[in-house]
């Protein structure tokens, strides 16, 4: 009775931590009560009614009510959860959401194989914004079977799941294939996705990749040539650069774009030139 009693209580102590959230004007330390109450109670028949309020609150594009029904629903559900907290990460609301990236990540990691049979129809399914998030997240369980449907959606016409791609593509380390595609990543015609591969690329160090990194100095982005710099440093580190490649950064070293000219020049180890 006394834990009916106390499940029957926590509802409307959720619908007053939603509500609370709603109000601008809400004393926040009367909420992070409830939310600990809440969290603390850790139950079971309370999972529905988070998520419907999880989904309004990113409805409504309430950043920081996403992040505490978040908290409550992953300490609640556990990796039950995933589902819909990919669906809330999936939402841009103008936060950094670097609580919630964690907790997806660190839940898929602990249960691989069920959070892939949720990861794998949402990469596929036709919400752009869900479809970016589960590709995201695939790189922390990445299995060799995955690189057909991230070839696939590297020729999306989204940049952003393109993008994705290239972070899930360096979680499958130096596999040809999958280096291959970021190679192929760096025609892209977005700066930024060509900026992502060459990041992969310069972490990955792989000696195949060099030439077609260095050809990319020539990019119209100065951000790119930036990277270039940075990517064939990171090369650099680990042994002495080859001559071409030393003619790049030397090139780059005097390039108009100062940022260009920073970068090449710690990646040479000397002294920027300056206008």
Known sequence: ?????????????????AAGLADPDCDLDDLAEIEEELVAARR???????EGHLAAAVEAGDWYARHVLARILAETAGHTSLAALLRAYSRDLGDDQ???????????????????EILLPCAVGDDEDLRRAAIWLLG???????????????QD????????????????????????LLLNLLDDPSPQVRISALGSLGFLQHPRTLG?????????????????????????????????TLAVLDRLAADADPYVRDQAAEARHIKPLRD
Do not use: C, Y
């Not at 079971?44 to 988070?50: C, D, M, N, T, W």
């Not at 670097?98 to 892939?116: G, I, K, M």
């Open 212 to 244: 077609k990194i260095r050809l990319l100095a020539n990019d119209h982005d100065p951000r790119v040539r930036a990277w270039v710099a940075i990517a064939s440093g990171r090369f650099s580190a680990l042994e002495p650069a080859d001559f071409a």
């Open 157 to 180: 016409s989204d940049e952003g799941i393109r993008s994705a791609v290239v972070g899930t593509l360096g979680s499958h380390g130096t596999e040809p294939d999958a280096v291959d």
């Open 98 to 116: 670097d609580s919630l990236s964690t907790t997806l990540h660190v839940l898929a990691q602990e249960h691989p194989a069920a959070a892939r």
């Open 1 to 17: 009775m006394e834990d009916q009693r106390a499940a029957g209580e926590l509802t409307p102590r959720l619908d007053e931590l």
């Open 44 to 50: 079971q028949e309370l999972i529905p009614h988070v």
């Open 140 to 154: 922390f369980v990445p299995e060799r079977a995955d690189l057909e449907l991230l070839a696939h959606a590297a």
